[in-house]
């Protein structure tokens, strides 16, 4: 009888063992000065999920999705994917018994995860009466809409593996992992189109961008969370509905007005907000052709008059995201910058934008400063039917985000039955925590305006 060994063997000599590291995965693996670039996904489960079944369903996962058992390797000319000879199965799966399951939770949080060793995926049960499940994944493999699809996989194997203790998945060896993708389902127009600027470009334009007042410096990574329950999320959505808005809308419109009461901006300041943009839209069914990084961003920028109430700013958000999406901005100029990064060496292009993100890290919010830009992630809705695992139900799941140091800040946002969690990761420097909590008083305090 062959073990699992044997055949994972057989998927190690058939699958490529390397792997091109495509335009955004650089990109995110240079963004590191300005995060810890690790994503998770937490899951609240209502009992006990079966360990060992899981170890295997994980293990099956980076054998179908040959990408998240590899490492990064940088070298002079190019980088790259590779796939290690093995992988021991101690380092994918760790169940953990815990008295302080959230305590344990937090400090997986923090775990970073060598690029240049792997593996890049790893999960851990935190054990009591109900367990959470947290699947981490770096970001210069997947961002959100990869991560999420590696969950989807995991809990998929998970059930395959409860009818049929012997299933194999097929390896996902040509899975398209690059932007040339998203390029093929535009019409000709459109791909013209993007070698063009949009309403997000100012040639020539040097001006002051506000920021969130973080205080500079070290510090122990802090977390400060929010939630919306089901009944408030629908009176949110039926709020926007009524005024030919969505919940997106609205929550940026809170966002911005919270901000705006935060920060207090000079009238020569520049009240945009970096809103990353998920170009999986433009693909049939919303799908990659395997985990990969597929993220733009687009500015939400509507001046410093809110107006009058709540409407009139929602009203104003609503007209400008809707002409940004029209204007493809959040693709506008990327065939460019991948065209460049592709003829020069990577050691080349990796000093120039590290050295960059260094400088306007170190220099806060100066003049034409775009890092410090507030940024708002919305991950969408997580599919309560593609995270079950048999009959041990997930009550809520999200994504907390990475810790981004200062003078970075984002809301991220993750929907679950309807429930929407709202979480901000920084650095405990200074006033940090106590003025993250007063923008989140502000912020609930303009979202209740829709309850």
């Not at 994972?8 to 240079?30: G, K, N, V």
């Not at 000879?85 to 101690?90: C, F, Q, R």
């Not at 170009?279 to 395997?290: S, V």
């Amino acid at each position: 009888m062959r073990t699992h060994n044997d055949v994972a063997s057989d998927l190690h000599s058939i699958t490529p063992l390397r792997f091109r590291a495509q335009y955004l995965d650089q990109m995110f693996c240079f963004l590191q000065v300005l995060s810890d670039s690790q994503n998770h996904c937490v899951m609240r489960l209502g009992g006990r999920i079966d360990g060992q079944r899981l170890a295997r369903a994980v293990r099956l996962l980076i054998d179908a999705e040959p990408i998240a058992g590899s490492r990064y390797v940088e070298r002079w000319w190019k980088a790259y994917w590779e796939r290690p000879g093995e992988i021991e199965p101690g380092s994918l799966l760790r169940v953990v018994e815990t008295a302080d399951g959230e305590a344990a939770l937090r400090s997986f949080l923090l775990e970073k995860p060598d690029l240049a060793r792997g593996p890049l995926v790893t999960v851990r049960v935190f054990r009591g009466p109900k367990d959470t499940v947290c699947l981490k994944m770096h970001h210069t493999l997947g961002d959100g809409g990869g991560l999420s699809e590696l969950c989807r996989l995991m809990a998929a194997f998970y059930r395959k593996l409860l009818d049929d203790p012997s299933f194999e998945p097929e390896p996902n060896r040509e899975g398209d992992r690059s932007t040339r993708q998203v390029y093929r389902s535009l019409d000709v127009r459109d791909r013209m189109r993007l070698w063009g600027g949009g309403r997000d470009a100012h040639p020539g334009r040097a001006f002051k961008i506000w920021s969130f007042p973080l205080c500079a410096g070290p510090g122990t990574p802090l977390i400060v969370q929010r939630t919306v329950e089901p009944e408030s999320f629908e009176a949110i959505r039926e709020y926007g509905k009524a005024r030919g808005a969505g919940v997106n809308d609205v929550i940026l419109t809170a966002y911005h007005r919270a901000l705006h009461a935060v920060v207090r901006p000079e009238p020569e300041l520049r009240l945009r907000i970096a809103l990353p943009f998920d170009w999986r839209r433009f693909l049939p069914e919303g799908r990659a052709g395997a985990v990969c990084n597929l993220l733009g961003v687009i500015h939400s920028d509507i001046g410093h008059d809110l107006g009058n109430d709540f409407d009139a700013t929602l009203s104003r958000v609503h007209q400008d995201m809707e002409a940004r999406k029209r204007d493809l901005s959040g693709l506008r100029g990327l065939p460019l910058q991948e065209s460049l990064c592709r003829v020069l060496p990577y050691r080349v292009v990796k000093r120039r934008i590290t050295s960059n993100f260094h400088r306007l890290a170190r220099d806060g919010n100066t003049r034409g400063n775009r890092i410090a830009t507030p940024g708002l992630s919305n991950a969408g809705a997580l599919d309560p039917l593609a995270l079950e695992f048999g009959d041990v139900e997930v009550e809520n799941a999200f994504f907390p985000g990475p810790v981004h140091y200062p003078p970075c800040f984002t809301l991220v946002l993750t929907s679950f039955r309807g429930r929407m969690t709202f979480t901000v990761r920084s650095l405990d420097s200074g006033a940090n925590r106590s003025r993250i909590e007063h923008f989140f008083e502000l912020f609930e305090k303009e979202l209740s305006q829709c309850q």
